[in-house]
């Protein structure tokens, strides 16, 4: 087990990327070294095998009282209203999301030595962004009030890091997919759903069409990538607004089909709603090379072991789940 010089902080550990972080940091570091934090209650496993704050992003006072009471070096910072939830909450999701960020850039602005990792997400693309391979570097116009704070946050962050020498690293997720917590009211949510209902009914509505191909990543390497570039040296990390990352791109209909070889009763139906648009102004495919050449990063799973290894453990909460009721 390794040690770190202070604490880590994990504001967000709620949520879907929050749950599996923490939980992987408490292995890497120990679970006293670990700091989960959220304006809601984890989940039991992470709720009662390390420290626990509430702490809501929009109160920069309480953020610097737990960065002195714990003598934090390293801040993941993952709380925000995702893009389905977000279209619904315009004015909430702009809060929380901006003046959470500059909230939290502010407080590490005033100490030295912190690494500040915050996700941004391929929600940054819009309609005019290259659909395949799109490029580190095109055009960002995003369409939905999620991506435009995404958009907002990274120039923001760019910003603190060139005028106040802030120490931040970003990654743009593609729709993550985990087995740990539920869907946390994103467009590519499907992903995950799907699982739960094939395991459970073998039945799926899908609210996408089945042609709509878009980036996905297995939890693990969500977490392997946020790992590596938190690890990589100041001088690895070249760009500070947020690199692509890529693991996998695959469509409601070809997801299915994978599903269907181990679920062979499997069916799946379509009925497209309001996340139909939003994940038409998103992009089929990622170019990762900057982070690939920059840090290192590789992704770990196919969509083939991501579904097997899904249902392997969704099964078993199922079957835990039933024999407590």
């Given at each position: 087990m390794?040690?770190?010089?202070g604490?880590?902080?994990?504001?967000?550990?709620?949520?879907?990327?929050?749950?599996?972080?923490?939980?992987?940091?408490?292995?890497?570091?120990?679970?006293?070294?670990v700091?989960?934090?959220?304006?809601?209650?984890?989940?039991?496993?992470?709720?009662?095998?390390?420290?626990f704050?509430?702490?809501?992003?929009l109160?920069?006072?309480?953020?610097?009282?737990?960065?002195?009471?714990?003598?934090?070096?390293?801040?993941?910072?993952?709380?925000?209203?995702?893009s389905?939830?977000?279209?619904?909450?315009?004015?909430?999701?702009?809060?929380?999301?901006?003046?959470?960020?500059?909230?939290?850039?502010n407080?590490?602005?005033?100490?030295?030595?912190?690494?500040?990792?915050?996700?941004?997400?391929?929600?940054?693309?819009?309609?005019?962004?290259?659909?395949?391979?799109?490029?580190?570097?095109?055009?960002?116009?995003?369409?939905?009030?999620?991506?435009?704070?995404?958009?907002?946050?990274?120039?923001?962050?760019e910003?603190?890091?060139?005028?106040?020498?802030?120490d931040?690293?970003?990654?743009?997720?593609?729709?993550?997919i985990?087995?740990?917590?539920?869907?946390?009211?994103?467009?590519?949510?499907?992903?995950?759903?799907?699982?739960?209902?094939?395991?459970?009914?073998?039945?799926?509505?899908?609210?996408?069409?089945?042609?709509s191909?878009?980036?996905?990543?297995?939890?693990?390497?969500?977490?392997?990538?946020?790992?590596?570039i938190?690890s990589?040296?100041?001088?690895?990390?070249?760009?500070?607004?947020?690199?692509?990352?890529?693991g996998?791109?695959?469509?409601?209909?070809?997801?299915?089909?994978?599903?269907?070889?181990?679920?062979?009763?499997?069916?799946?139906?379509?009925q497209?709603?309001?996340?139909?648009?939003?994940?038409?102004?998103?992009?089929?495919?990622?170019?990762?090379?900057r982070?690939?050449?920059?840090?290192?990063?590789?992704?770990?799973?196919s969509?083939?072991?991501?579904?097997?290894?899904?249902?392997?453990?969704?099964?078993?909460?199922?079957?835990?789940?039933?024999?407590?009721?």
């Open positions: 390794s040690s770190t010089k604490k880590i902080l994990v504001l967000g550990a709620a949520g879907q990327i929050g749950t599996d972080l923490v939980l992987s940091l408490r292995e890497k570091h120990g679970n006293e070294n700091i989960a934090s959220d304006i809601k209650e984890p989940i039991s496993e992470v709720l009662d095998n390390g420290p704050e509430l702490i809501d992003v109160n920069e006072e309480r953020i610097d009282e737990i960065f002195l009471n714990y003598n934090i070096s390293e801040v993941y910072h993952l709380a925000a209203l995702l389905a939830t977000a279209e619904k909450l315009m004015d909430k999701a702009w809060h929380i999301n901006m003046q959470g960020l500059l909230n939290i850039l407080v590490v602005k005033e100490k030295n030595h912190i690494k500040l990792f915050w996700p941004s997400s391929i929600a940054v693309f819009g309609p005019d962004t290259p659909k395949k391979n799109t490029p580190q570097h095109t055009i960002t116009e995003p369409t939905t009030i999620y991506g435009i704070t995404k958009l907002a946050g990274e120039r923001l962050c910003y603190y890091h060139d005028n106040h020498g802030v931040v690293r970003s990654i743009r997720f593609p729709g993550l985990s087995y740990k917590a539920p869907p946390g009211g994103g467009t590519t949510d499907y992903a995950v759903s799907i699982f739960h209902e094939a395991l459970k009914q073998e039945y799926y509505k899908c609210y996408l069409r089945s042609e191909t878009l980036p996905m990543m297995y939890m693990p390497d969500a977490i392997k990538s946020m790992v590596g938190m990589a040296s100041p001088d690895q990390v070249k760009i500070r607004s947020s690199y692509n990352v890529s996998m791109s695959f469509s409601p209909a070809e997801i299915a089909l994978v599903i269907k070889k181990i679920i062979p009763g499997f069916t799946i139906e379509y497209p709603d309001y996340r139909q648009k939003i994940a038409d102004s998103w992009p089929q495919s990622i170019d990762d090379n982070a690939r050449a920059d840090w290192g990063w590789l992704p770990d799973y969509t083939d072991s991501m579904a097997a290894e899904m249902i392997t453990e969704l099964s078993k909460t199922i079957k835990k789940e039933a024999s407590t009721l």
